[in-house]
Structure formats: structure tokens, C-alpha cells
């Protein structure tokens, strides 16, 4: 009597019916394995091995040697400095500069795309090539120590300040700024689109000053989407390798650095000891953005 | 009109340090008190179709890698896409943040960790086992970009489609596909950009063997021979311009897409 429903045809040719629960696992079940599988027997590995278990090699020792070697090496302790220092310095540049771009990008009438387009070129560029364009641009014979030499600014290479291979990472930050800057631009002009010129309008018709709108309607609106990519920034600032590898010096050098410069000695007795700097890289990262994150929620909380 | 000048000044400082890399390209001479080079050659770009050097191999071996990449983060990050984007379960935020993290974690902490094992069992130095590690980063972006794709997707088709008679494969081939295309693409392009960028996951896994282009840049950077490494590092630049220009209406349209440029 009740077969004219609508999902009885096909419930009534396939008997056998896959349960929901099934389905979903099916669907999950590949990514978790790939993902899941290496990501999470990478850090647990890892971790087995900066407490003192040496795979292939025999035996279980568990100890925090690693650990304590890692932390009485005076390399690590500069590397530790100065890769907070980039990854401090490159996020909060290339936040303050990605948000001033997509504002004033946003508030251009015409060519507005035109302009994204071009602000948005060193989006695709890997970093390899970015670190390889600012050691063209920014070393000591680049082409901004010969502009400046043209300009009469200083007489020779040495004259030029040195902005690679420096102990500060001038080059590093520099490269990370280029490239993640557009990134928080296109994330924040993509908040800016929905329908914040409204809300704008009608504060100002309230009769709010242009600093008002901004920190009250427009501010709030857009520092989610600016909270979360400048966390991805951070992120990835603090544990790339190639950048400060191509672009710093060997001592002090960003931890990934260190991390691989341990992994690669020759003496097998420094592998727990990369282990335990890839397990502090890990651990750093991840109470970073719990921390930042929590502080941010606060903050937005606050806001309006 | 000042706005609109300072804009158009600020995004080309963005494009200043391209301007070295594409000028030593095409030198043949550029010493240091010069501003111009001294002449330009077709030295650099000789040596990318020169089939007696290592670029054509390394450029071959970077798109097989990134082809075989590309298709099988789709085929493993869609479903789960689909998983995230259509139902909820229980545990669902842990397998959000399982899926996820590697995209915030950097890999090299990961790596080292499995790198003993993959060398054990026989994946290091092969292009099997490069292609494995470039799913860590791979997966994640497919699958963020598939959840956000599947929760705007109205599964009413399917199960039309299926009513009037279709089969799964039919209704998969002549529904959903279509439907999802756009975002296939751009979830695709990622996967194929973050493998054709990527280099320390290669090189340690890779390390001897497998040379992609990203490690032979670096090879060549740390030769004597700017126009060279100029030359390669053009080579790795132009494609991902080009495809960003080819999608770029689909990609303005996804936050989620610039979401995934951010971490090439």
C-alpha cells in the first residue's frame, strides 16, 4: 500500500542495502591509512627514537640522553633564537603587509583584478626559486648592491650590508615575506568580498570615523580569516628547510637545518638526537597554534 | 587617484625579484658593477632541451611524479572529502584534525622519524616511495578542498539519477563527475603543484636517485654558473604561472584554493 514512496523502486531492486557506517569508513578509510598511517608512525617513531630506541640496530634503551645532548649543543640553543626570530618577524610582516595590500587593493575602483593578478604572481612560485631570486636580488653582488652602487651609495661589494648568508637571516624573512605576504592579501581580499562595503556603509551613515569602521566592523569581520592563514605562516616559516638553508649560514642555523645537519652525521649516535630536535619542532608548532589560537579567540571575542 | 598608484606600485615591488631571475636566465656575461649584462646568450636555455644533460630527465621525472601524485591524492582525498562533506559521525572532528595536521606540521619533523623504515623496506631511492611521501602534504589540501566542494553538493542528483535506472558507475560517471569537476581541478592543481615544488620530503627519501627538478635546482645553485641555475629555476616557475593564469576564474572563486597556494 505504502510502495509509492519515493526511495522504495530502488530499495526494493537492491536488496542488500550498505549501512551508513560502512559507507563512511570506505570513504575514509584510504585517507586515513596514507595520511594517517605515515604522519602519525612519523611522529611516533620519531618520538620512539629520540627516547632511545634504535631501530634495525637492536635494542630499547629508553633515556632522555637525546634530549639533554640536543639541549647542552650551543648550535641548537642559536638555532632556537634565531628560527624564532624568522618565523616571528617573516608572520608579522607578512600579515601587516598582506592585510595593508588587500585594503588598499580592495578600495581601488578599476583594474581591481588586474592588480590581485600581479600581487598574487609570487603565489605559485616554489620556494626553492623564491630563496634563488632574493640571492640574485639581496647578496652583496646582487642587483640591489649595483643599483646602489649606480646611485653612488657605496663603493664596493663589501660596502653593500650583508642580507645572505647573515647571522641575523635578513635574506630568510625577506623570502618569506615575498611569498606569504600575497597569501594573507588574497585570503583577507576574499573576507573583504562578503559584504562588508555594506556593513561599512551604513556605520559611516551612523556616523562612525573611518578608523571606527575599520576597527569595529571591518577588523572583526576579517581577523578570522587573517588569524588563521598568519598560524599557517608561522607554521611553515618555523619548519622549513630549504629557504634558510640556501639562504643562511650553516651556525646558526633554523632547526630544520640543525634537525637534518644531526640526521646526516655520520655517527649513527646523533640520529636520536635529530629525533628529539624533530619531536621539539613538532611539539613547538603544535602548542604554538594551540596558544595563538587561544589568545586570538580572546581577542575577537573581545572585539566587537 | 594616489590609493590606485601606491596599489599598482606595491604589486609591482611584488614582482621585483622575478626581474634578476628572468634577466641572468638570458646572460651570457653580468659582472658585478653592471647593471645590464654585458650580452646575452641562449646558454641557460640551451642546457633545459640539451638531451645530453640531466634537466630533461629531471623535468620528465617531475611531472611523472607530480602526474601519479596528482591522481592518487584525488582518488584518496575526494572519498574522504565526500566522508567529511555530506555526513556527520561520531569522531569526525578527530579525523578532520588527523587529515589536517600534516598540513601544519612540517614534514621534515614527520620524515625523519619513517625515513629508517622506508630505507629498510626497500622505498628509498625509488619514485615509489617519493610519490608515497608526497601524499602527506598532498591529501590533506585535496581533502579540505573536497569537504568544502561536497557540502554545497546536492546528493538529491545521485539519487534521482539512480530512481530513473543508472547504475552507481553510470550515475558516478554522467552526475557527480560533472558536478565536481571545477573543483577536481583545482584540488588537482594543487596536488600537482605542492609534488612539483616540493624538496626536502624528495630529498630524503629520493635523496641519490630520484632527481626531480627542485633538487637539481639546488645542485645548480650551489654550482658557479648563475645563468644555468637561473635558467632551471625559470624552468620551475613558468609552469605553475601558466597554470594559475589557465584557472584562474576557478580559483578566485575558492578561498579554499588560495588557502592551498599559501603552502607551496
Given amino acids: 500500500m505504502t510502495a509509492a514512496g519515493p526511495g522504495a523502486p530502488a530499495a526494493g531492486r537492491r536488496a542488500l542495502r550498505v549501512p551508513r557506517w560502512a559507507l563512511i569508513l570506505a570513504q575514509l578509510s584510504p585517507a586515513l591509512l596514507v595520511v594517517g598511517g605515515l604522519f602519525a608512525g612519523g611522529v611516533g617513531l620519531g618520538l620512539a627514537q629520540s627516547l632511545g630506541y634504535l631501530p634495525f640496530l637492536g635494542g630499547w634503551s629508553w633515556n632522555l640522553d637525546a634530549y639533554r645532548a640536543v639541549w647542552a649543543d650551543p648550535a641548537v640553543r642559536a638555532s632556537f633564537a634565531l628560527t624564532f626570530r624568522i618565523a616571528f618577524l617573516s608572520t608579522a610582516a607578512a600579515t601587516v603587509l598582506g592585510v595593508s595590500a588587500a585594503l588598499l587593493v580592495h578600495r581601488v575602483g578599476r583594474f581591481r583584478s588586474a592588480l590581485t593578478s600581479v600581487l598574487s604572481a609570487p603565489l605559485p612560485v616554489p620556494h626553492i626559486v623564491g630563496a634563488l631570486c632574493m640571492l640574485l636580488l639581496l647578496s652583496q653582488s646582487g642587483l640591489l648592491s649595483r643599483v646602489t652602487r649606480a646611485a653612488g651609495l657605496t663603493e664596493t661589494q663589501a660596502e653593500f650590508p650583508a642580507l645572505t648568508a647573515d647571522a641575523f637571516g635578513w635574506g630568510i624573512i625577506a623570502e618569506y615575506v615575498w611569498k606569504e605576504s600575497p597569501f594573507v592579501a588574497v585570503v583577507t581580499l576574499a573576507a573583504l568580498t562578503g559584504g562588508v562595503d555594506d556593513l561599512v556603509g551604513a556605520a559611516r551613515t551612523l556616523g562612525a570615523r573611518p578608523w571606527q569602521c575599520f576597527r569595529h566592523v571591518v577588523l572583526p569581520l576579517i581577523s578570522p580569516s587573517v588569524a588563521a592563514t598568519s598560524i599557517l605562516v608561522f607554521a611553515f616559516t618555523f619548519g622549513s628547510y630549504e629557504v634558510p638553508f640556501l639562504l643562511g649560514r650553516p651556525f646558526p642555523a633554523a632547526l630544520p637545518v640543525v634537525a637534518l645537519q644531526y640526521y646526516r652525521d655520520v655517527d649513527l649516535a646523533a640520529r636520536p638526537q635529530a629525533m628529539a630536535l624533530a619531536v621539539v619542532i613538532s611539539v613547538l608548532v603544535a602548542v604554538l597554534v594551540a596558544v595563538y589560537m587561544a589568545l586570538l579567540g580572546r581577542l575577537v571575542r573581545r572585539a566587537p | ?264
Avoid: C
Avoid at chain 2, 650580452?39 to 617531475?62: F, H, I, K, M, Y
Fill in chain 2, 1 to 264: 587617484m594616489r590609493r590606485a598608484a601606491v596599489a599598482w606600485l606595491l604589486a609591482a615591488t611584488f614582482l621585483l625579484p622575478l626581474v634578476p631571475l628572468a634577466t641572468w636566465a638570458v646572460s651570457g656575461q653580468w659582472r658585478y658593477p653592471d647593471l645590464l649584462p654585458r650580452e646575452t646568450s641562449g646558454r641557460g636555455l640551451a642546457l633545459l632541451v640539451d638531451p645530453n644533460s640531466d634537466v630533461l630527465t629531471g623535468l620528465t621525472t617531475s611531472l611523472l611524479i607530480g602526474a601519479v601524485v596528482t591522481v592518487l591524492a584525488l582518488a584518496v582525498g575526494a572519498p574522504a572529502g565526500r566522508a567529511l562533506g555530506l555526513y556527520t559521525f561520531p569522531g569526525k572532528r578527530v579525523v578532520q584534525f588527523v587529515l589536517l595536521a600534516p598540513a601544519i606540521v612540517p614534514g621534515l619533523a614527520v620524515l625523519l622519524g619513517i625515513q629508517v623504515f622506508l630505507l629498510r623496506y626497500g622505498l628509498a631511492d625509488t619514485v615509489a616511495g617519493v610519490v608515497l611521501v608526497h601524499l602527506v602534504p598532498t591529501v590533506p589540501y585535496v581533502t579540505l578542498l573536497m569537504t568544502g566542494a561536497f557540502a554545497n553538493f546536492d546528493v538529491g542528483y545521485e539519487q534521482q539519477a539512480r530512481v530513473l535506472g543508472a547504475g552507481p558507475l553510470r550515475t558516478f560517471w554522467h552526475v557527480t563527475l560533472p558536478a565536481l569537476r571545477p573543483s577536481l581541478a583545482v584540488a588537482g592543481f594543487f596536488a600537482f603543484l605542492v609534488s612539483w615544488s616540493e624538496y626536502v620530503l624528495t630529498l630524503l627519501v629520493g635523496g641519490g636517485t630520484v632527481k626531480t627538478l627542485p633538487l637539481l635546482l639546488f645542485a645548480y645553485v650551489r654550482g658557479a654558473d648563475l645563468t644555468e641555475a637561473a635558467a632551471v629555476g625559470m624552468l620551475l616557475v613558468v609552469p605553475p604561472l601558466l597554470l594559475v593564469a589557465l584557472l584562474s576564474r576557478q580559483l578566485s572563486g575558492s578561498p579554499g584554493a588560495m588557502v592551498g597556494l599559501g603552502r607551496l
